[in-house]
T-cell receptor, first 115, second 116 residues
Framework: AQSVTQLGSHVSVSEGALVLLRCNYSSSVPPYLFWYVQYPNQGLQLLLKYTTGATLVKGINGFEAEFKKSETSFHLTKPSAHMSDAAEYFCAVSEKSGGYQKVTFGIGTKLQVIP | DTGVSQNPRHKITKRGQNVTFRCDPISEHNRLYWYRQTLGQGPEFLTYFQNEAQLEKSRLLSDRFSAERPKGSFSTLEIQRTEQGDSAMYLC??????????????FGPGTRLTVL
């Protein structure tokens, strides 16, 4: 069974500082991995995804993540935080299950950006 | 195309009442998913449809929950005899299945249910 662990339910960074949100996964097969962002009272928006190929994945809004199979990790980073990055971020893993891609989400990390 | 839409956005009901939510997916998408998100948690899968067929249901979907997608377009999620534990955000997502290639799920804004 697949699972996702997000370390740190709340992360605070200063504006302009590095953002690092941690995600570790468990999967019995090569996984598809995702990061989603959720703003208050809104649905989820896909930031980036890893399916195959290059392990460093670039997404929207300057975010990127690196798939490290040996560490079963898919941490999300951004070199310089902006106030508009304050939101909740969800890491997710997907495996094929019964003909469709079953997506399992982590519990989320709330990012606070301090001016 | 304006993406996935859900109605209502907010619903407050008394315990024991029935509620129904609607999801309109992106028009050409053949797959539709329902998730539940409680406070402090990530979304949890409830069920999914391929066209009008409901192909998988989570054990989270008790007998009080029923979902339909009658013409393979919009979907409804009904909760009968609501309980306070049903209070959550109900998210709908849709995707266009293309064989073995992963297809992104696009999420709607959700319906927030509060059961008093």
């Amino acid at each position: 069974a697949q699972s996702v662990t997000q370390l740190g339910s709340h992360v605070s960074v200063s504006e302009g500082a590095l953002v690092l949100l941690r995600c570790n996964y468990s999967s019995s097969v090569p996984p598809y991995l995702f990061w989603y962002v959720q703003y208050p009272n809104q649905g989820l928006q896909l930031l980036l995804k890893y399916t195959t190929g290059a392990t460093l994945v670039k997404g929207i809004n300057g975010f990127e993540a690196e798939f490290k199979k040996s560490e079963t990790s898919f941490h999300l980073t951004k070199p310089s935080a902006h106030m508009s990055d304050a939101a909740e971020y969800f890491c997710a893993v997907s495996e094929k299950s019964g003909g469709y891609q079953k997506v399992t989400f982590g519990i989320g990390t709330k990012l606070q950006v301090i001016p | 195309d304006t993406g996935v839409s859900q109605n209502p956005r907010h619903k407050i009901t008394k315990r024991g009442q029935n509620v129904t939510f609607r999801c309109d997916p992106i028009s050409e998408h053949n797959r539709l998913y329902w998730y539940r998100q409680t406070l402090g948690q990530g979304p949890e899968f409830l069920t999914y449809f391929q066209n009008e067929a409901q192909l998988e249901k989570s054990r989270l979907l008790s007998d009080r929950f029923s979902a339909e997608r009658p013409k393979g377009s919009f979907s409804t999620l009904e909760i009968q005899r609501t309980e306070q534990g049903d209070s959550a955000m109900y998210l709908c997502a849709s995707s266009l299945a293309r064989g073995a290639v992963y297809n992104e799920q696009f999420f709607g804004p959700g319906t927030r249910l509060t059961v008093l």
